[in-house]
């Protein structure tokens, strides 16, 4: 699977784990990079269309929060904090800092997701 956009890309899978690519300059030689097990990368993108990319400021911070097999927290709207659980659900030592345009970008691609319009009034967005 070979999947991108002008910044994200998604390779894979290889032995059940995907590399999620995000191009931060236009150079196309320089990104960073994730490696996640396929059965994490389904359930960030559930739990972002199901809750995720709802949320807003008087949200913050969402710590610790599971979703499936992962651990969730965002600190910022930008980024999206995910730690893996062990099969006795406890959280990796390892965990991965994903910009929130990597995740939008996944969740669209995993879930097959039309990117969403904000139909927000101006008085709803102020209260984010």
């Known amino acids: ?12 899978p290889e032995d059940d784990v995907l590399e999620l690519r995000y191009f931060d300059t236009s150079s196309a030689n320089c990104y960073l990079g ?3 097990a396929v059965n994490e990368v389904t359930d960030l993108a559930q739990w972002w269309i199901s809750q995720g990319k709802h949320a807003c400021l008087r949200d913050l911070p969402i710590r ?9 927290s965002m600190v910022t709207l930008g980024t999206v904090e995910v730690r893996g659980l062990d099969k006795h659900g406890r959280a990796e030592l390892k965990g991965h800092s994903l910009p929130r345009e990597v995740v939008e ?24």
């Open 34 to 36: 994730w490696k996640l």
């Open 1 to 12: 699977m070979h999947r991108q956009n002008t910044r994200a890309q998604i390779q894979g």
């Open 64 to 72: 610790r929060l599971r979703a499936g097999c992962i651990l969730v």
């Open 105 to 128: 970008f996944l969740a669209k691609q995993m879930m097959g997701v039309q990117p969403s319009k904000t139909t927000r009034s101006p008085k709803v967005a102020e209260a984010c």
